[in-house]
């Protein structure tokens, strides 16, 4: 299930004066991968990118990083 957070940079300069913090959590449709048990090499890659494409999908743009191009393409 993935979940994207944002936000949480801030807690840590906010909450010495007791001020509370905006963080939003966002959780996605549940998915499986493609296959079961122990994966390597370029299936934990491939693996690895499907996972954070849906996590960046929960996120606003400026937390996607280098998935923020595989969001627009998915949203096309």
Do not use: Q
């Amino acid at each position: 299930m993935p979940v994207g957070i944002a936000g949480t940079e801030r807690v840590k300069d906010n909450l010495p004066r007791l001020r509370r913090t905006p963080v939003r959590v966002v959780v996605g449709e549940p998915f499986r991968l493609p296959e079961t048990g122990r994966v390597r090499g370029p299936k934990l890659h491939e693996y690895t990118d499907l996972i954070m494409r849906r996590i960046a999908v929960l996120l606003p743009p400026e937390y996607r990083g280098v998935y923020a191009d595989a969001v627009e393409e998915e949203g096309r």
